[in-house]
């Protein structure tokens, strides 16, 4: 690609020049839309640059953070511009401070010349750590991928649910690549899916996610997918979370440590938190809502939260004043009430009780054949509830 015939590009490299000549090093285009050996008719919308600089002192922030970058829409074109010193590249502590990006990826793509491109002033790669020992965070690496999945899932429009689903198979894929062949170290999508026909040769059961990433490919040249959408993905969401449980990939995972590891990453996989539970996907001891039954004490129950409900006061026989709110659960098999009292009415107020949001109970008692469920609960933690026993 010439830079210099690109007018969406040369836009970009003209502002940026223009605001900080004295402090750019570098600049470089990572990512598909300046990888020169995807096909033509590729759909390339999404520019992804990073810009090196000297010093980060003068480059605005985002909100109450260190991370400093930048999001322009050009011409149905998204532009992402992220801004890093060469010293930020020196270890995992230091960049996570200053980036929300992959360590290991991020390194990768700006060491490796096949990964990148020069787009402006001298190139610093010789600076960069050596990525021969690279020790890869693979929960963090497969996050991304769900990132993308969890958005997918989140979008009103179906163009936008596709187009995040296939970013989300390139993402895994790439997971698929470091994890089975600890070598590795191209970012190209075709390289990743040639990475994998290679692998699939001693591991049978990566003929299913070539055939999931030759569909993203099919999809990102034509606009459609040969399946029927919402299958393909579920299809998708499936096979990885058998492949966590049975312990295939870098962690063994059952379900409850499945959700304490979605809802523990970033904004908590909300969406996908919820599918996985709709699609029933482990073979796990829990107990089902459909299971309860009035008197149950301590058992665990698991569901996303559906609908929250007002708190409320009211008068008691001796005076004082009581309050009283209630939230709705519900798993693939049905719906249950949560009954807070007093005190416990706090726990609505609290952001992290988001509809959608996944919780884990353990309720006191399951009081009448309405479902309703005694006892507070906690996001990320299996609260007993023992300690509330009194029954107003």
Request: aromatic letters at 14%.
């Amino acid at each position: 690609m010439n830079n210099h015939q690109d007018p969406i590009l040369k836009r970009i490299l003209d502002d940026l020049v223009a605001r900080y000549s004295d402090n750019i090093i570098t600049i470089y285009g990572i990512g598909s839309y300046f990888d020169d050996t995807l096909p033509s008719n590729w759909v390339k919308n999404d520019l992804d640059i990073v810009v090196i600089v000297k010093t980060l002192k003068n480059i605005p922030k985002q909100d109450w953070t260190e991370i400093r970058y930048k999001i322009k829409e050009i011409n149905g074109n998204h532009a992402w511009v992220g801004f890093n010193t060469v010293e930020v590249y020196q270890d995992r502590y230091t960049f996570n401070k200053q980036s929300v990006s992959n360590y290991e990826w991020s390194l990768i793509e700006i060491k490796h010349p096949e990964n990148s491109k020069l787009l402006y002033g001298k190139d610093i790669r010789d600076q960069i750590p050596n990525t021969n020992d690279l020790i890869f965070d693979y929960d963090d690496v497969l996050a991304r991928g769900l990132y993308h999945l969890d958005k997918s899932l989140s979008e009103k429009e179906t163009l936008n649910a596709m187009k995040a689903y296939s970013k989300a198979v390139f993402k895994t894929g790439f997971y698929f690549c470091i994890y089975f062949s600890k070598n590795y170290r191209a970012t190209s999508i075709l390289e990743i899916g040639n990475k994998l026909k290679q692998l699939s040769e001693d591991n049978d059961f990566l003929e299913k996610m070539i055939e999931f990433f030759e569909e993203a490919i099919i999809y990102r040249i034509t606009g459609q997918f040969k399946t029927d959408f919402n299958e393909l993905r579920n299809e998708f969401i499936t096979y990885i979370f058998s492949l966590l449980e049975n312990g295939t990939l870098h962690r063994k995972m059952d379900y409850h440590e499945v959700v304490q590891y979605l809802t523990g990453t970033f904004s908590g996989f909300p969406f996908l938190n919820q599918k996985v539970q709709k699609l029933d996907l482990f073979n796990d001891s829990r107990i089902r809502i459909k299971d309860l039954t009035v008197g149950m004490r301590n058992v665990m129950i698991t569901g996303y939260i559906e609908e929250t409900f007002g708190t409320y006061k009211f008068n008691r026989d001796d005076g004082t004043i009581g309050k009283v709110s209630s939230f709705l659960i519900s798993d693939s098999t049905g719906q249950v009430r949560v009954v807070l009292w007093d005190e416990q009415v706090k726990i609505v107020r609290n952001n992290d009780y988001n509809v959608g949001r996944t919780i884990n109970i353990v309720p006191l008692i399951i009081l009448s054949s309405l479902s309703i469920v005694w006892g507070v609960c906690k996001v990320n933690q299996n609260i007993d509830f023992n300690r509330y026993q009194t029954l107003i």
